[in-house]
């Protein structure tokens, strides 16, 4: 018995060591956010800053434009969410509807998932050019609005909802769109839910897409914002650290509070 | 004719509801790879995006060019060191945290999961700025850490061996997160009696993990060593806000070779025939983890 709660300790101590050096990036960003200018050249460096400011924050907006830069990000993130209502109902069909050409679509969509990003950058590029999309919000976010993996995960949870319930829905006369939207949807909700945080994260971390079709700052993300903060204001550490703060702290709110739901859902897509 | 209108009917709904989703991965996943075969044979800049007339076909000139290429030959070398490096350092931290993390269930156990599990879910551009500062040489807190125990401050992201190795670790603490959930849930799905009964016969903790615990997370371990490799192979975003692929390319990837000559330089037939070597590389590797387990399965 002594051996196991030594045994235990010890497993014990080595989490809590790995837990704190997982987590030094996060104490140090936040520390140094709110350190005055002349604390950042400090030897030795201070965690916890002995004057502490709100300066560096209110500097994003008053000399940089993370306001729009905000607004941006919020467009992206509302779009996505129409996406991942697209890939509920092509999910949903692939599910629960017989038709000709079903499995033909459904391997033409999973075979999608294993293209590298690097391949169809430059030719999504020339469409989007082509398109004349290019420097549009459109642009920005059509190519990544639906996706094979969100699909694929949809219609595994909607195959075991019983057909029954669906041909008693039509029995009473329900249109197939209100069966989608008032049976089907309250029915996936947890999946959903979970979706929607991964979409959420996603799309407010987008940054690669948006740096390539955007050339006016009128249509930088925070990504993009930030990016360009780091390379106009690369000695000035107290902005960057703030600009850090503002787009890594609401993701972190955000995942507290879901983290039960969203670690729940990769065990029920079937990770195990 | 009325045997189709009664078909098409009968089918509208469910055409209807992957319609978009199908013309959106068609136009922008499936005609891009075509597209992309097309260019990577072409000598396709910015002067033929004006005007498709001055696009003009250059056989396998691209592919030849390319093994010729020092930039290129460094970013196959690099992406090289990555994956082997980076793939076995994420399987066995992710694996290592997962078994930690499975040890107890109080609340202790549950606040760290979510802990580790933070890094994955940041920005990649907020990390980069953060890690940047953390690794810088005159104020960064690594080399203050490192004076501690009389270590010499080290140029982090100048020197050229170090810098690869300040970006697998940037990317491995980025990495345990996810995985660590994959081997998570693996090791919930192990049934308890299987420990029992080991433990009947005498089994101890080192044991019962040598010969239950791990070969029982097989299936876990090569699922993520396949998506770790892929990832590994396509490294782009940690040198691309990073060190943009330098000091002297030390850090420079393919991936980022790729998006250099594409959207830097506009050379994107050159940047074509670049993805696809990267692809294939991808192939070639997935396969060979397929055959590796299939063996292995058959022992």
Redesign the interface.
Known sequence: MAVKKIEKGVMIALLILGGILMMVPFIWMLGSSFKPENEFTAIPPTIIPHHPTWNNYSRLFTEMDFLVYLKNTLIIVICSFVGLLLNALAGYAFAKFEFPGKNGFFYLILATMMIPGQVTMIPTYLIINKMGLVNTMAGIVLPGLVGAFGIFLFRQFMATIPTDLMEAARLDGAGEFRIFFRLILPIVKPVFAVQAILTFIGAWNSFLWPLIIANDEKLYTLSVGLSLLKGQYGTEFGLQMAGAAFMVIPIIIIFTFFQKHIIEGYTISGMK | MREFAK?WNK?K???M??A???L??????????I??LV?SFTNMDLIG?ADYSNIRGVGLDNYINIFKDPVFLKSLFNTFIYVIVGVPLVVICAMA?AL??N??TSW??KT????????S??????????????YNG????FN?MLSWFGIPAQQWLQDPTLAKFSLILLAL?KA?GLNM??F???L??IPRSYYEAAEIDGAT?WKKLRYITIPLLSF?TF?VTITTL?GWI?F??EP??MTKGGPLNATMS??LF??NN??KLSN?GY??SG??V??VI?ILATIVQFAVRKKEVEY
């Open positions: 078909q089918n709904y469910p055409y509801f992957i978009p989703a199908v959106l991965l068609v136009v922008f996943s499936i005609i891009p790879i597209i992309a260019i995006l945290v930690l993390l040890y107890g202790l156990f760290f999961r979510v802990i580790y599990y933070m890094p879910i940041t920005n990649i551009v907020a990390v980069a700025v953060v890690w940047g500062y953390l005159s104020y960064g807190l203050y603490w345990i959930i994959i998570l849930a693996a919930q799905g903790g876990a699922f892929i396509q782009f975003e691309f806000v393919l991936a790729i998006y594409g959207f994107f940047a074509a993805s696809f990267l692809f991808i």
